[in-house]
């Protein structure tokens, strides 16, 4: 054993190479029994805290093999002390380069303590970004649009933004709607039309067993009356199929009950120029 352990004081390279593949076999081994023990947690617990530590771990691991390798050999442990002993100016520069990823690590931390949403919640930004939940890291929310289209957004910058949550309720999502119709249109008549219209699509639902929100009268505006209500629609509905049937129908009855859909016109008159 001596015989083996001057030989490798000796010869360093083969050192570091023994250590990298006793940190890999060691990595390997504890990311198999995470991922085992994180299916069976996900599968009875899936949410924002569990898929996030569960990342978080994963960090971990790798992290701490690395660093093991790189403390444990003569050839890497002076790097190694540098990366924590540095200079001010190599410690500032590390600093500032890491500060993005400590910001989305934190911003995670916050999302998975508060849960302003959770997995499979439909979810829309106020940028207009909008997304099924799929998952979470330590550094990015993962959004799931339209058919296979994923979207990947910093938690730093989705943590900074105001959210909007259709998936308020439990089994159930919820899609608020605007519809303008024409000045001299009655609003009572309007508001029957576009309940009526909501109601006979197949992907609307009454809100929590009961009856199908109302339709409001809720302002006056330059060119008609606004209208709006909020349609109920169940999680294995696409959102944006949901949003282009009832708009389609509601465009059809209100032209259909002949109530005047306003839009933005200009007058422009043409003076001719006498010869």
């Keep these: 054993m001596e015989d083996i352990t001057r030989f490798l004081a000796d010869h360093p390279t083969i050192d570091l190479a023994k250590n990298a ?4 076999l060691f990595a390997f081994a504890l990311l198999w029994l995470e991922k085992k023990a994180a299916r069976k947690w996900i599968r009875k617990f899936d949410g924002i805290n569990s898929r996030f530590t569960e990342k978080v771990i994963r960090f971990l691991i790798i992290f701490i093999a690395v660093m093991w390798v790189i403390m444990s050999s003569k050839i890497t442990q002076a790097f190694g002390s540098s990366l924590f002993q540095g200079t001010a100016v190599l410690a500032a520069i590390a600093g500032f380069a890491a500060k993005p990823v400590l910001s989305d690590m934190f911003c995670g931390f916050m999302i998975s303590a508060t849960k302003p949403f959770n997995i499979g919640d439909r979810i829309e930004l106020d940028d207009g970004t909008a997304g099924i939940v799929k998952d979470i890291t330590i550094r990015h929310v993962v959004l799931q649009g339209i058919d296979t289209l994923r979207i990947v957004i910093p938690n730093s910058e989705i943590n900074s933004k105001r959210i909007t949550n259709l998936s308020h309720e439990p089994g159930i999502r919820s899609i608020h709607f605007r519809f303008v119709v024409g000045l001299r249109s009655r609003a009572t008549e309007g508001k029957e039309v576009i309940l009526n219209a909501v109601k006979a699509s197949p992907y609307t639902v009454p809100r929590s067993g009961e009856d199908y929100s109302p339709v409001y009268f809720i302002a006056y505006q330059s060119d ?19 949003k282009d049937d009832v708009n389609s129908r509601v465009k059809l009855a209100l032209e259909q009950a002949g109530i005047e859909i306003p839009y933005h016109y200009m007058t422009v008159v043409m003076n001719e120029k006498e010869e």
């Design 224 to 242: 008609g009356l606004e209208m709006a209500t909020t349609v109920y629609y169940e999680p294995t509905s696409p959102t944006e199929l949901v």
């Design 21 to 24: 593949l006793l940190a890999f």
